[in-house]
Each structure stands twice: as structure tokens, then as C-alpha cells.
């Protein structure tokens, strides 16, 4: 049997949670739970049943002192424990992986420069809050998007020179990714951003290289394969450190100045997607082994999760051009059928489209060999069919700044053939396009209301494909946090010693999608709260 690109997908990834995984809750429950009002399993606490208290472990076999302990060696943990060695501090790095993990290119910094024009001054500063939090459809906490605004360009500017120094490879993408926003609410606003890059190098090799350059510098010292398992408390309450399985043995790391928290998402925890997250059922997930630790360590810790479902980061800059996936081009299911606005449906959002089992994230941008001229003044990059051949499977030679198992750009002189390509269902396809050419030369988008000068003819072959596959990246979902990142308890008071920073904390995003509106907030933001936290523990 012939497998195609779809198929390869469903095989090689990992196993979405389906409806099946709801109703097996209950009986997946430790014998402590009980049923909610819902029917979904909880623990005794009222908490979901994933939450359930364990023993605590009591045969550890060594003791280890720091200053700071950090748990998770990705895009915010390697920030915050080289921030706090540089700054004097005793740090341990404990990693569950054998490796640092992280995912993603692209991280966006504010340049603070009042005395500049066109630098970005306090007014520029609550500007951009506002309107992310506005993105965020205001569940955002201002002071956390304060952080980073107010901390991003001192941040990033530093991991530069830090990533520099460590020799990774990286480049200054501010122009590529910031040059239609420099002016917000009237505001003028100025942005550092750069990549880990180019592809296939990425920001997990980017922290994996600044680990093993500062391992065993300044007091940095990091331990892989070395999965947390509990925090520690002291009798008042406080954080005092974590216990970890390090060498088939436990391993307790204390930290006198503090425990951070930077384990990233619960993607693969297949309970904790279909109870907070149960749209996202049939959509494919990048990446693996991330199960919700550090969020269950700290609601064992007395923290609960912030009470907003997680924000989904979707999107595929893989398939064809980056610069290309919001371009309104004509979009078709697999099924060959067109089903949104394109000019109202950014890629970062296409995705809620096709939750269902039959799509589980699978589109095709279309358009024709007029598209350099017909699409020149459109916003963003249009790449020539020279430049476009880096995508395109069929085409051999040498491919540069691609992932080469996830290219889908395809081109053929006729639409049946091309449908055939990019395995959608012809004769839909076929009446689909005839259709989509007929509302071009009325000049009206009867169907989908889309603005006509967006409206252009797929009349000349050779026809275009790009056969996108919005995946799940992360979801972005943690516990309730200060304006320090420090954890709340369930009233709200902050637990002593205890900080996350990442994408288990919670309280920046709170919306159900990330935002793409100022490219590399993600990571900027996981940057930034990991040096502005290593530094201040390490001033502590």
C-alpha cells in the first residue's frame, strides 16, 4: 500500500486524545477520586482526577544544595538558570530529557528608548500591552505582559550575546517579522527580534548549545536524564527544593533561594487535553513527552491552574513559505471544498476550521502562475517559483532553511492533476475552483464575503498547491502566577519559594488561540521571564 503524505502524518505522529479519552476518566481515576456534578473523575480535593495527591517520596538517597533549582531546561529554563549563574548564584538545571528541549525560530524583544523617535517610550510601552492583551481578548494579566514588555530588549539583547559567545546560530529577523507594526495606537514602537536559525536549526538547538557551552560555568551545573517527581516543603510552607530520579535513584535538590518551574505543556497528557482541551481531539501534536509535570507538581504544591482553558498554538510554516500562510489565497479542505474567508482566517486561527476527524488540520492554499503579479501588493512575502522549489518535494537538489519531512508545496498544468498531488478530492476540487473563477469576474464573493480586491483567477496553469497540516505546537496553560512569577495558592497568596515561568505558568495569554499579531511572542515572553527571574532570585 502506497502511503501518502497525510497518511505518514497519522503514522508517524503522536496519537491524538479522542472523544474516548473523556469518557475513560473515570475509570482511569486512582481509587481516591470520586465524580464530579459532570461525571468527569475528581480527586478528592475537587481537583481533576490527574491532579490526585501521591504518596510522598521518602527514600532519597542523596541531598544536593544550591541557591537555585531550576526544573526544565527549555526556551525559559536555559534563560533563567544562565541568568542567575552569571549573577553569583549556585544553580542546578534538572532536565528530564537527555537533552534541552525546545521548539520554534523566532523571539520578539521591545527597545526601550524614550530620547529615540522612533524608540518605544512609556506610552509606546502601554500601547503594545493594551493591544496584546486585546489579542488575548482580554483575559491577559497586565502585569504580566508588563514584564515583558518592560524587560524583553534588555532580555534578548543579553541571550544574543549569550548565544553568540556559545557560537550558536543565529539571526536578526526584526525587519522580516516587525516592519507592519511599528506604529500601534499612534504609538511608535521598536522591536529586536532575531531566529535561531536557519532551519532546521531551531531554538531546541539553539538551547542545547548554550547548555553545553555554560555547563560548569559561573556555578551552573546541569543534570540530564533527571526527571523531577515532587517539590519539598518546609514546615512554614515554603518551597525548599525538588525531588528528582537521577541514576535509578532520588535525588533531593535543594534550593535556598528558590524552586523555578519551566516544564513547558501538557500536549501528551492525554487527560489533562480532553478535560481542558477537548476540541483539540483529532488534531495532530508535534511534539513528545510533554505531560503536565510541573503543573502537577505544583497543584500537589497547593497552586491551581489558571481558570481559562489553554491557549492553542496551531500553525504550519512548514509546508510552503511562512511568509505565505496569510496570504488570502483560495483554501479547500481535503475533501476539495473551499470553507472560510481566507482574507478574515489567518493561519494561526485556520486550524479551529478543521477539528474535525475527516480534516484533522489538513488545507490547501491554491493559485496560479499569475500569482507574482496578481498578488504583488498583497501584505507579506511572495516567494518566485525559483524560490518556491525549496518546498516542493517533486523538485530535486539540495534543499536550504526547509524541514525536508514536511515540505507540501506542489504544482501541475491541470487541476485534476494537481488534486492528485496534494490528495484532495478531485471533481469537488474542480467545481470548487470553476466556482471560486466565476465569483472573481463578478467582482462579489457571494459565498464567503471576501473583500474583491483579494479576488484573483486560478485560470493558468501552472496551478499551486501548498498542502498545509495545522498541528498542535503547545498549549500554553499554566498555574496562577505573580507580577515575580511567583505561584499563587488557591487563595491567591503567593507560595514562598515556589516560581514558574514558561508555558506552565499561567496568566499572560489566557485566550483559546495564541496570537500571531507580533510574530515571536512566545518565545520572547519565555525568555524574558526566565532572565528577569534568574537575576532576581540571584539578587535575593
Not at 106 to 117: F, W
Not at 410 to 429: H, Q, R, V
Request: proline share 4%; charged share 20%.
Amino acid at each position: 500500500m502506497e502511503l501518502t503524505r497525510r497518511d505518514l502524518f497519522k503514522f508517524g505522529g503522536v496519537a491524538a486524545a479522542g472523544a474516548a479519552t473523556a469518557g475513560m476518566l473515570a475509570s482511569c481515576a486512582p481509587s481516591t477520586a470520586g465524580t464530579s456534578e459532570t461525571g468527569a473523575a475528581v480527586a478528592e480535593d475537587g481537583l481533576p482526577a490527574f491532579f490526585a495527591q501521591p504518596e510522598p517520596i521518602t527514600d532519597v538517597a542523596e541531598t544536593k544544595e544550591f541557591d537555585i533549582v531550576v526544573v526544565g531546561a527549555g526556551a525559559a529554563g536555559v534563560p533563567c538558570a544562565l541568568a542567575a549563574a552569571e549573577a553569583g548564584a549556585k544553580v542546578a538545571l534538572i532536565q528530564k530529557e537527555s537533552l534541552a528541549i525546545s521548539q520554534g525560530n523566532t523571539c520578539d524583544s521591545l527597545i526601550l528608548d524614550s530620547a529615540d523617535p522612533e524608540g518605544t517610550g512609556p506610552a509606546g510601552v502601554a500601547a503594545v500591552t493594551s493591544w496584546i492583551t486585546e489579542q488575548c481578548v482580554w483575559r491577559s494579566h497586565r502585569e504580566q505582559v508588563d514584564l515583558w514588555a518592560k524587560n524583553s530588549g534588555e532580555a534578548l539583547t543579553w541571550l544574543w550575546e549569550k548565544a553568540t559567545e556559545a557560537g550558536c546560530s543565529i539571526q536578526d529577523t526584526t525587519a522580516k517579522w516587525t516592519s507592519t507594526i511599528q506604529t500601534i495606537d499612534g504609538q511608535p514602537v521598536k522591536y529586536f527580534a532575531f531566529d535561531f536559525g536557519p532551519k532546521p536549526y531551531n531554538t531546541g538547538t539553539g538551547m542545547q548549545d548554550l547548555c553545553a557551552y555554560f555547563d560548569g560555568k559561573d556555578g551552573l551545573e546541569i543534570f540530564y536524564s533527571c526527571p523531577a517527581q515532587q517539590l519539598v516543603k518546609d514546615d512554614s510552607g515554603k518551597v525548599v527544593g525538588v525531588i528528582a530520579e537521577l541514576d535509578n535513584q532520588y535525588v533531593q535538590f535543594n534550593g535556598a533561594k528558590g524552586v523555578v518551574i519551566a516544564t513547558g505543556d501538557y500536549t501528551n497528557d492525554d487527560e489533562m487535553m480532553a478535560y481542558y482541551n477537548p476540541d483539540m481531539a483529532n488534531m495532530d501534536r508535534k511534539q513528545q513527552n510533554k505531560t503536565g509535570d510541573g503543573q502537577k507538581m505544583m497543584v500537589w504544591a497547593g497552586a491551581r491552574m489558571e481558570p481559562v482553558c489553554g491557549s492553542k498554538v496551531q500553525h504550519d510554516f512548514d509546508a510552503g513559505p511562512g511568509s505565505m500562510a496569510d496570504m488570502p489565497f483560495l483554501c479547500v479542505k481535503d475533501d476539495g471544498t473551499r470553507f472560510c474567508n481566507e482574507a478574515r482566517s489567518a493561519m494561526a486561527y485556520m486550524g479551529n476550521f478543521l477539528t474535525s476527524a475527516e480534516d484533522t488540520g489538513w488545507y490547501s492554499q491554491i493559485f496560479d502562475s499569475k500569482y507574482m503579479d496578481d498578488c504583488a501588493d498583497w501584505p507579506g512575502m511572495l516567494y518566485d517559483p525559483k524560490m518556491m522549489e525549496a518546498y516542493m518535494p517533486e523538485v530535486e537538489g539540495e534543499k536550504e532553511g526547509v524541514y525536508t519531512d514536511l515540505i507540501g508545496t506542489y504544482s501541475a498544468d491541470t487541476l485534476e492533476e494537481l488534486a492528485e498531488k496534494l490528495g484532495i478530492d478531485s471533481a469537488n476540487f474542480v467545481a470548487t475552483v470553476e466556482r471560486y473563477n466565476e465569483l472573481v469576474e463578478k467582482g462579489v464573493d457571494e459565498d464567503m464575503g471576501k473583500e474583491a480586491k483579494w479576488l484573483k483567477s486560478i485560470t493558468e496553469p501552472p496551478f499551486y498547491g501548498i498542502h498545509r497540516h495545522i498541528r498542535l505546537s503547545a498549549i500554553v496553560h499554566g498555574v496562577n502566577v505573580n507580577g515575580e512569577m511567583n505561584v499563587l495558592d488557591a487563595d491567591g497568596n503567593p507560595i514562598e519559594g515556589l516560581y514558574a515561568i514558561g508555558n506552565c505558568a499561567g496568566n499572560f495569554f489566557g485566550s483559546p488561540d495564541y496570537p500571531m499579531d507580533l510574530p515571536g511572542l512566545s518565545l520572547g515572553r519565555c525568555h524574558t521571564q526566565g532572565y528577569v527571574v534568574g537575576k532576581a532570585l540571584a539578587a535575593k
